[in-house]
């Protein structure tokens, strides 16, 4: 069961992209209670929590993208967005989203879903 995430591209720095996960039909009936995350990976590095949601709408995000990067959740559309603005050539990574039946986790291995990732690219 994957979740399908989408929205990624080519952008310029100060740019903005806006990123959707979405819960395929198996889980949409389990989708609300869940929390949602967005992790990044660049190449090289390790993967990284930027922003979660929880059910009750919740939210956390790295320090790296406080300010910039804004996590929502439409529960009856079964979608989780990321707005990222003011995006800079250090936000440039596969991002993945990621759904866990825990209130919150920085761990990869707690989650219980993984979508398939959506490259960002930002030129500088």
């Known amino acids: 069961v994957q979740l399908q995430a989408s929205g990624g591209g080519l952008v310029q720095a100060g740019g903005s992209v806006r990123l959707s996960c979405a819960a395929p039909?198996?889980?949409?009936?389990?989708?609300?209670?869940?929390?949602i995350s967005w992790y990044r990976q660049a190449p090289g590095k390790q993967r990284e929590l930027v922003a979660a949601?929880?059910?009750?709408?919740?939210?956390n995000y790295a320090d790296s993208v406080k300010g910039r990067f804004t996590i929502s959740r439409d529960n009856s559309r079964k979608k989780v967005f990321l707005q990222m603005n003011s995006l800079e050539p250090e936000d440039t990574a596969v991002y993945y989203c990621?759904?866990?039946?825990?209130?919150?986790?920085?761990?990869?291995?707690?989650?219980?879903?993984w979508g398939q990732g959506t490259l960002v690219t930002v030129s500088s």
């Open positions: 039909r198996s889980i949409t009936s389990v989708f609300s209670p869940l929390t």
């Open positions: 949601i929880t059910s009750a709408r919740s939210t």
């Open positions: 990621a759904a866990t039946s825990r209130t919150y986790s920085s761990h990869t291995e707690e989650y219980d879903y």
